[in-house]
């Protein structure tokens, strides 16, 4: 390394400090109106999903078990509970995310 | 008045039917094949020529490139590097899926909640085994986190279940979603010209205006699953949850 000539040598570090940059998150490059439909679109589903899902599940295994709608409903009150979950964990993040800007 | 609907309908183009299971080509598999042939041309064509100073095709995919690559870079940092490959396909398929699904005669697989929940299931199952792979049996905490009492067990079981079962279908039910109710609204509206006679140019106008706004839509949905399925990969990853 010592042998190199000065500029390849700064050359070196002008690539390593560009390597650096560029693996570094950049936040700034995303436009507010992006974020901000990211956010919008994300919170709907997020607490619609799990609720979904909970409903179809319950009702396979009630067509399986022959337990009509028990566990259906059961399942449907964890779905709220988990879109409900899932809705503060994305807010959780979209927080973390605003105070990086 | 038309079938708003009867756009969605899958025919089949190449009945094939193996043991009982229909494996037919329909036209959805016909869009899909087509998106993947005008993607492959378009960046072979565009990467032909590479240069330091890039042709205007170059820029082009070299900026789809970036895009993805910060997107990675935002969610999942250094370590998502591995994953451009993976992250750029699924942003280019989806983007141009829902960008071709746009012209007449042709058809939006990504309104398909088959088509786009099996997209999902990749990044679902990608998930799961980063998950084991980085975090190892402590992976499992996800369901039932350190220190819980006994007794909330099993209130708490099944809601993490259902909120990690969750993530591969909010993916395909916002993307189809969209889908669906734009070209929904192009389809009605284009029937109101015929059926307003005179007055036709006025849905005219406000369905050439939803055209412009599901271009932007089709775009934007691409980012957000992209973007969100990253968001998946590296809450996988982390061992915050």
Same mark, same amino acid.
């Given at each position: 390394m010592n042998k190199l000539p000065?500029? /390849?040598?700064? =050359?070196?570090?002008?690539i390593r400090k560009m390597q650096n940059k560029s693996a570094a998150p950049r936040h700034h490059n995303r436009s507010r109106l992006r974020i901000f439909m990211e956010y919008a679109f994300r919170m709907a589903a997020e607490f619609a999903a799990p609720v979904v899902v909970g409903l179809c599940i319950g009702y396979v295994l009630d067509k399986l078990l022959g337990t009509k709608? =028990?566990?259906?409903? /059961?399942?449907?009150i964890f779905g709220v509970a988990a879109g409900t979950l899932n809705m503060y964990r994305a807010a959780q993040q979209i927080d973390k995310d605003m105070d990086k800007e | 008045m038309e079938n708003p609907l009867e756009q969605f309908e899958i025919k089949k183009i190449l009945p094939?039917?193996?043991?009982?299971?229909?494996?037919s080509f329909t036209n959805s598999s016909l869009c899909m094949v087509i998106t993947v042939i005008v993607v492959f041309l378009g960046l072979c064509l565009s990467l032909r020529k590479r240069s330091i100073v890039p042709t205007m095709g170059q820029a082009f995919a070299e900026s789809i490139y970036d895009f993805v690559q910060d997107i990675i870079g935002e969610t999942l940092g250094k370590e998502g590097i591995k994953f451009v490959a993976f992250v750029f396909t699924l942003f280019v398929f989806v983007s141009f899926g829902n960008l071709l699904g746009l012209f007449p005669y042709s058809f939006t697989f990504t309104s398909h909640i088959a088509a786009v929940g099996t997209l999902s299931m990749f990044c679902f199952i990608l998930n799961i085994i980063l998950g084991i792979k980085h975090r190892g049996l402590s992976y499992f905490h996800t369901f039932c986190p350190e220190g819980l009492p006994i007794?909330? @067990?099993p209130l708490i079981i099944?809601?993490?279940?259902?909120? !990690?079962? @969750?993530?591969?279908?909010?993916?395909?039910?916002?993307? @189809?979603?969209?889908?669906?109710?734009g070209h929904i609204m192009?389809?009605?509206?284009?029937?109101?010209?015929?059926?307003?006679?005179f007055f036709g140019f006025i849905? !005219?106008? @406000?369905?050439?205006? &939803? &055209?412009?706004?599901?271009?932007?839509?089709a775009l934007l949905q691409a980012y957000i699953y992209t973007i969100l399925s990253c968001v998946y990969l590296s809450q996988a990853i982390s061992n915050e949850e």
């Open positions: 000065s500029d /390849i040598r700064n =050359m070196d570090i002008r709608p =028990m566990i259906m409903l /059961i399942l449907a | 094939l039917d193996i043991n009982g299971i229909d494996i007794f909330m @067990a099944p809601v993490e279940t259902l909120s !990690l079962l @969750a993530k591969p279908f909010s993916l395909t039910l916002r993307l @189809a979603i969209n889908m669906s109710v192009l389809k009605v509206l284009g029937t109101f010209i015929i059926a307003m006679q849905p !005219l106008v @406000a369905d050439m205006c &939803i &055209i412009m706004f599901e271009m932007f839509i």
